[in-house]
């Protein structure tokens, strides 16, 4: 018996959403169509220096040395086949970093198995991601990402952290996605900075009245008043 071979890969598991109802509406259109996106997937895997692994009917598994090529694969595919020039079918894609086993030319294992987990959770045209993969393209992928919390994909006994690419829509390259970590300032901290100030200039009044040197506390008020205008700013953008 062969000693099994073991590698630890990148793995972008791909299918085709909604795909065997487009086969029972229109059998031809549909398989052009799968066709031409298989062109896409085929040209945007070679140009990130991955490769297909194996088909089987409307998806595909491809590994990449790189996480971070991998991602931005998944991206260029869904932005390419967002398009009006491919227009017919719709992807779903997961992205892990793990551990498989090689059979050749094919590709096995967890690893693997969990990337189709990932792929198949995904909206049409969106990419999810492991946080083993998150942890290694946070910081050298300008999209952005959102964390969707702990899932536990089907066959698997333990949860695992999951990552939106892109938005939670899964418009990788169009969403506005604030990075995961860094929340954008909301309306409670704002109005803990208005309690803050408003303690100080209280505090400056009472002391203008003990000392009976004139009054100066409108000087640090209006400073103050300028602070909360800039900070105020955050509440307006939401664009």
């Known amino acids: 018996m ?5 590698k630890l890969t990148t793995i972008l598991a791909a299918d085709a959403a909604g795909y065997s109802g487009s086969m029972e509406a229109n ?13 896409v997937f085929q040209q945007f895997i070679t140009r990130h220096h991955g490769r297909i692994a194996n088909t089987a ?8 040395p790189s996480v971070v090529e991998a991602v931005q694969c998944a991206i260029e595919v869904q932005r390419e086949l967002g398009t009006e020039a491919h227009s017919g079918l719709r992807f779903r894609i997961g992205v892990h970093l793990g ?7 094919d590709l096995l294992g967890e690893g693997v198995n969990l990337a189709a987990r990932l792929q198949s959770m995904a909206e049409p045209g969106g990419i999810l991601i492991s946080q083993q993969v998150y942890d290694q393209v946070q910081k050298k992928l300008s999209v952005g990402f959102a964390y969707l919390g702990e899932r536990t994909p089907k066959n698997f006994s ?17 969403a506005r996605a604030v990075r995961a970590g860094a929340p ?6 704002f109005f803990g900075h208005v309690a803050r ?3 100080i200039l209280v505090a400056l009044f009472v002391m203008d ?22 900070k105020s700013g955050p509440l307006f953008d939401r664009s």
Do not use: H, N
């Not at 062969?2 to 073991?6: C, F, G």
């Not at 952290?161 to 418009?171: I, K």
């Not at 000087?219 to 008043?225: D, E, N, R, V």
């Open 158 to 174: 333990e949860s695992v952290a999951v990552y939106s690419v892109g938005g939670a829509e899964g418009g990788a390259g169009k």
């Open 2 to 6: 062969s000693q099994v071979q073991r």
């Open 57 to 64: 009917g409307d998806g595909l598994i491809a590994e990449f």
């Open 209 to 230: 009245l003990m000392s009976g040197e004139g009054w100066w506390v409108q000087w640090p008020a209006i400073g103050m008043a300028l602070f909360l205008a800039l």
């Open 197 to 199: 100030v408003c303690t």
């Open 27 to 39: 059998e031809v259109r549909t398989l052009e169509a799968l066709r031409a996106s298989r062109t």
């Open 99 to 105: 551990d498989v086993i090689v059979d050749g030319d």
């Open 184 to 189: 954008r300032e909301g309306k409670a901290e």
